[in-house]
T-cell receptor, first 115, second 114 residues
Framework: NAGVTQTPKFQVLKTGQSMTLQCAQDMNHNSMYWYRQDPGMGLRLIYY???????DKGEVPNGYNVSRLNKREFSLRLESAAPSQTSVYFC??????????????FGAGTRLSVL | DAKTTQPPSMDCAEGRAANLPCNHS???????VYWYRQIHSQGPQYIIH?????ETNEMASLIITEDRKSSTLILPHATLRDTAVYYCIVRVGRNAGNNRKLIWGLGTSLAVNP
């Protein structure tokens, strides 16, 4: 009963390096999301995918790209990491993008440090 | 989406009821109230949601005032494992526009003490 799985759990990058954060869900959900969480701030939406084949910008998309590889997988890519991207990243999924039953289920997070 | 206001922290004795308040005075008629919690270092977890009627599930109860300007999440018998940050969020329930986003505040940090 995995739910939402994120890899890796921890990562340290040097400024300018690139990497991809992976997210997979096994609940047959249509919608998926990427958030970041910084100390003293609430979760902020980076990108979301309402359904397979679509992606949209959230509140803080700059410096990130996403790919909805298939219905299960939604990856987040940092092309040239910056220290300001040091954060905890959460992936989430929900059955639908909207509606009152749009309950989001979260992964355990990826802790990223950019030096 | 309407803004919510929550106290930054609260304490509760183990075994007692924890009552977490949330003000959402600008809520509109089609906005739902959602509660999530985040146990340290974990991803947020859905607790409960409601529109105007009180709701109860296996985790908690949600009491929404008649004017819908505030609500209270009740954990009837708090345990040490309920120590977490609790987020109150309001969001339009209909499937259109920007309602896909949940706007997260800083929540209430609940400490359940032995």
């Amino acid at each position: 009963n995995a739910g939402v799985t994120q890899t890796p759990k921890f990562q340290v990058l040097k400024t300018g390096q690139s990497m991809t954060l992976q997210c997979a869900q096994d609940m047959n959900h249509n919608s998926m999301y990427w958030y970041r969480q910084d100390p003293g701030m609430g979760l902020r939406l980076i990108y979301y995918s309402a359904s397979e084949g679509t992606t949209d910008k959230g509140e803080v998309p700059n410096g990130y790209n996403v790919s909805r590889l298939n219905k299960r997988e939604f990856s987040l890519r940092l092309e040239s990491a910056a220290p300001s991207q040091t954060s905890v990243y959460f992936c989430a999924s929900s059955p639908l993008a909207g509606g009152p039953r749009n309950i989001q289920y979260f992964g355990a997070g990826t802790r990223l440090s950019v030096l | 989406d309407a803004k919510t206001t929550q106290p930054p922290s609260m304490d509760c004795a183990e075994g007692r009821a924890a009552n977490l308040p949330c003000n959402h005075s600008t809520i509109s008629g089609n906005e739902y109230v959602y509660w999530y919690r985040q146990i340290h270092s974990q991803g947020p977890q859905y607790i409960i949601h409601g529109l105007k009627n009180n709701e109860t599930n296996e985790m908690a109860s949600l009491i929404i005032t008649e004017d819908r300007k505030s609500s209270t999440l009740i954990l009837p018998h708090a345990t040490l494992r309920d120590t977490a940050v609790y987020y109150c969020i309001v969001r339009v329930g209909r499937n259109a526009g920007n309602n896909r986003k949940l706007i997260w505040g800083l929540g209430t940090s609940l400490a359940v003490n032995p």
